[in-house]
Nanobody
Framework: QVQLVESGGGSVQAGGSLRLSCAAS????????MAWFRQAPGKERELVAT?????????YYADSVKGRFTISRDDAYNTLSLQMRSLKPEDTAIYYC??????????????????WGQGTQVTVSS
């Protein structure tokens, strides 16, 4: 059984930075999708960024965060991070760490993920 615990959320002004961390316990393999999702009030949960290794390390970013967010993963320590820079009010959401144990495409959305953290709030004020 995989458990995911996020940390690092908080409140910041627009233009600021935050770093989210996710500690994973259980059997996590490099081919697992590991990702950050977010869900704003009244909106659907959306994929922010994902990373996985299937022959080589791959990453994917939503267009809305490209160039501002960086996802990183340490397979030796089972940790996942999200460095967020140049934050905007529209980045305000609950951010979730997620892992997928199958071989689905990692950038196709929620269906590829079967393990979820409890979420951490990120609030960006203008």
């Amino acid at each position: 059984q995989v458990q995911l615990v996020e940390s690092g959320g908080g409140s910041v002004q627009a233009g600021g930075s935050l770093r989210l961390s996710c500690a994973a316990s259980g059997d996590i393999y490099p081919y697992y999708c590991m990702a950050w999702f977010r869900q704003a009030p009244g909106k659907e949960r959306e994929l922010v960024a994902t990373t996985y290794t299937r022959g080589y390390r791959s990453t994917y970013y939503a267009d809305s965060v490209k160039g501002r967010f960086t996802i990183s993963r340490d397979d030796a320590y089972n940790t996942l991070s999200l460095q967020m820079r140049s934050l905007k009010p529209e980045d305000t959401a609950i951010y979730y760490c997620a892992a997928g144990s199958g071989f689905q495409l990692c950038d196709t959305g929620l269906q590829a993920y079967n393990y979820w953290g409890q979420g951490t709030q990120v609030t960006v004020s203008s």
